[in-house]
């Protein structure tokens, strides 16, 4: 269930030279504030769950995914070109996978590799909180690349939608608005990253057996229904 060709393809698309630069700049970001924090401020775990859960979490990593998740597909869409992919010999459900797997590795280079390195700066994995942040921006990497390449199937609008959602929902409902919490891939993979931490260290609103169904449930539906809707999709491009 995975095509080198559509593989290589994608990744072409992705890390082509402006989208690219595109991916590398809210990590840079990360970077710089993470050092600039800790020149300031010294090591401190109360900051560093601040910095990483506050911009990494809430706003890079979901940013990244509506890039990456989008991108997989969206633009071949939008411009017609997905014809000339359906019409070769590979089945409909391997291109969601071999595309998902593409945006999913991408998702995770550009925001648990940033993630990890910004953690030791900010405190030197002080209390396991770089790598329960990692490990949160890895999981979260797979939900959101599933939910944004499904994005990218049913609306010319995707990146407008991704946007929406990652900063709106994700950045301010769910920072601020309780209830919308639990209905967050945020909040669902910082249960994974509050198991993981120092006692009292990171909070979710999420326990962690629900979140974990949650994950997999979205993940699971997300591209089971973008394999729908690429499978009804004709040579001419239309539905």
Known sequence: MYNPTVARLTYRALLGRRRAAILFVLPALLIVIAAAVRAFSGADDQVATHVLGGFAMATMVPLIGVIAGTGAIGPEIDDGS????????????????????????????????????????????????????????????????????????????????????????????????????TLSIQQWSLALAEKIGAPGAIDSDVGLPLAVVLLVAVTVLATWYAGQKLRRLTLAGEE
């Open 82 to 181: 997905v014809v000339y992919l359906l019409a070769k010999p590979v089945k409909r459900p391997t291109i969601i996978l071999t595309k998902l797997t593409v945006a999913i590795a991408v998702t995770m280079a550009f925001s648990a590799i940033p993630t990890f390195v910004a953690g030791m700066i900010l405190n030197g994995n002080g209390g396991q909180i770089a790598i329960a942040y990692t490990v949160a921006a890895l999981v979260a990497s797979i939900a959101y690349a599933s939910v944004f390449l499904l994005l990218g199937t049913v609306t010319r609008h995707a990146v407008v939608a991704g946007l929406v959602y990652a900063l709106v929902w994700e950045g301010l409902f769910g920072t601020l608005v309780k209830g919308a919490r």
